[in-house]
């Protein structure tokens, strides 16, 4: 923990304190999900490591981003599968109370203190506040405790992650919006809600409030929500959230925005939308704006650009990981960068010299270097049905210039999905990379718990797998992973 305010002069001048310099070998910028794992591996060759964070341990992922909404998903989530299933009684309308009180749960009340206990456990120093650069590995952080300048004599990972962007349209910043941060850890259902934007976030939240009894209104700019993914995987996201009674106007041009006695009025360019309450959720920013990155030669505001090893080129101690790269927009993917960038740290400053040559020698798919982030990057979409990928779509593989092919299968024909439901539906597509015997580089799943399926082929993406040796890999009966032998029998095989 931080140490106590020094005040060389005795006296209270009421100017925030400055505090003796505290030192380190390695200093991470952040205290989320992935600076919270940076700091664990860079500590593992014996380097000294501070952790400073401002708000609370954990990061958005814990207490405002996916734990938050996937309990507030979960409880529709299943009493849609019980109302799929035969023989089960229909749970009827969610107890919205305690919903959010398992959402409370979830979060911890807000309270960190079980995260800063696991950094004490780690061998890590926490420090609490707000950090700065002030020059070249030189850093203040201000706390409630004074100003509190800290060194880090080896290296710097920034891992500060994103912010909400409001976009700017005309009132919006005046209409007290919500954020995702707002509609997380909401304390009520507003009546009317209106979601501006049609990525991961507008999908999922639609999903959580309408399930919970909001009336939705989802305000698309695009002509389909998930824009980043097979089109398919889109189209039946909207067909679902229309079906479950949310209002989706795609091709929306939003106007204006204006707060007044009876909620938020959206202003389009022909109707006016008004809701108790309005989301935004139109993308995020990395948090670099008020990083004193300026002192050290980049550019405030901008994503820190970094190499597969996580390193600022040019600047040999610094490094970045997460949200605040721009590389990376989810937890798993940025703790995984994390890994990368703690190990190579560990490795290029710490006391273990097989470790620094092997850094020296690591090449591409080596524990040092973050490969997956260009080829095979998993995303799940919460909604219902789910939707899960990983590697490229269709488009993104020709446009990358591959010569690919695609098989695609109806997941309601597999034995395993009638099982689960004689109602069940989804779709799934490979993309197989055709000048190379079929390797799998990219997969899509849409339908009840297809997040659960993800996995493998994550695996085929990762493991370069041709369909040709997935053949071997015999999924088991009735599973609806039997869709593998199927893509293979669709395939020609
Ligand atoms: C609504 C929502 C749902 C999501 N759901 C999922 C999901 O289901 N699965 C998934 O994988 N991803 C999900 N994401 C994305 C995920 O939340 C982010 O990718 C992840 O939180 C990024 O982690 P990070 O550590 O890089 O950043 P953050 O979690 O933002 O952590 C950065 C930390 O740095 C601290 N900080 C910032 N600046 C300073 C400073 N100057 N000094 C000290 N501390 C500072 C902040 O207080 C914060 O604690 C979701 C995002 C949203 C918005
Ligand atoms: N399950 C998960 O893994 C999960 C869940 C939620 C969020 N996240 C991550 O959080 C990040 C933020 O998600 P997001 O949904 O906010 O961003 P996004 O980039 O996925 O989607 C932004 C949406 O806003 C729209 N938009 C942008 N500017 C607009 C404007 N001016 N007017 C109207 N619409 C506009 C875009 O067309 C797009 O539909 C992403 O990196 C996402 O992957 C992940």
């Not at 891992?159 to 941060?181: K, M, Y």
Request: aromatic share 4%; net charge negative.
């Amino acid at each position: 923990m931080a140490t106590g305010p020094v005040d060389p002069a005795g006296t209270d001048t009421g100017e925030p304190m400055v505090q003796a310099q505290r030192t380190f070998d390695v200093v991470v910028l952040g205290g989320g999900a992935v600076g919270e794992n940076a700091a664990d591996r860079a500590s593992r060759t014996g380097l000294q490591v501070a952790l400073v964070e401002g708000a609370l341990v954990g990061g958005e992922c814990s207490y405002w981003a996916c734990m938050p909404s996937k309990a507030l998903l979960r409880p529709g989530a299943a009493r849609d599968a019980a109302r799929r299933t035969p023989g089960v009684a229909d749970p009827g309308d969610l107890d919205v109370a305690a919903v959010l009180a398992r959402r409370d749960e979830i979060t911890n009340r807000w309270d960190d203190s079980s995260q800063a206990d696991w950094v004490a456990s780690a061998g890590l120093t926490l420090l609490r506040g707000h950090a700065r650069f002030t020059g070249p590995r030189a850093l203040v952080v201000e706390s409630d405790e004074g100003s509190l300048p800290v060194e880090a004599r080896r290296a710097v990972i920034v891992a500060t992650g994103s912010q909400p962007t409001i976009p700017p349209v005309e009132g919006l910043a005046d209409a007290r919006p919500w954020t995702s941060r707002d509609a997380t850890s909401a304390r009520h259902v507003p009546a009317r809600l209106v979601v501006l934007g049609g990525g991961v976030v507008a999908c999922e939240l639609a999903t959580a409030f309408a399930s919970l009894g909001s009336d939705v209104t989802v305000l698309v700019r695009g002509q389909r929500p998930l824009a980043g993914a097979e089109p398919f995987a889109g189209e039946a996201v909207l067909d679902s959230l229309r079906s479950r009674g949310v209002r989706v106007v795609l091709g929306a041009q939003t106007r204006s925005v204006r707060r007044d006695d009876d909620g938020v009025r959206v202003t389009l360019e022909d109707e006016v939308v008004t809701a108790d309450e309005l989301l935004v959720a139109t993308g995020r920013h990395p948090r670099t704006g008020d990083l004193g990155l300026e002192t050290i030669g980049l550019e405030p505001g901008r994503p820190i650009d970094v190499d597969d090893a996580l390193a600022v080129p040019d600047v040999p101690w610094l490094f970045a990981v997460g949200d605040v790269t721009g590389r990376t927009g989810t937890t798993h993917q940025g703790k995984y960068d994390a890994r990368v960038a703690g190990d190579v740290v560990a490795a290029r400053f710490g006391s273990d010299d097989a470790a620094r040559a092997a850094e020296a020698a690591a090449g591409p798919w080596s524990r040092y270097r973050a490969s997956a982030d260009h080829a095979a990057v998993p995303q799940v979409v919460f909604t219902d049905p789910e939707v899960a990928w990983v590697g490229l779509t269709e488009r993104a593989a020709r446009d990358a210039g591959l010569d690919v092919r695609v098989v695609s299968y109806d997941l309601a024909n597999l034995a395993g999905a009638s099982v689960i439901s004689p109602d069940y539906a989804g779709q799934a597509q490979l993309v197989l990379d055709t000048a190379r015997d079929d390797v799998v580089v990219g997969a899509t799943f849409v339908g009840p718990d297809a997040a659960e399926m993800l996995h493998a082929a994550t695996v085929a993406v990762v493991g370069e797998l041709p369909l040709s040796r997935l053949w071997h890999a015999v999924p088991s009966y009735p599973t609806v992973s039997e869709v593998w032998l199927r893509f293979a029998e669709t395939a020609g095989l």
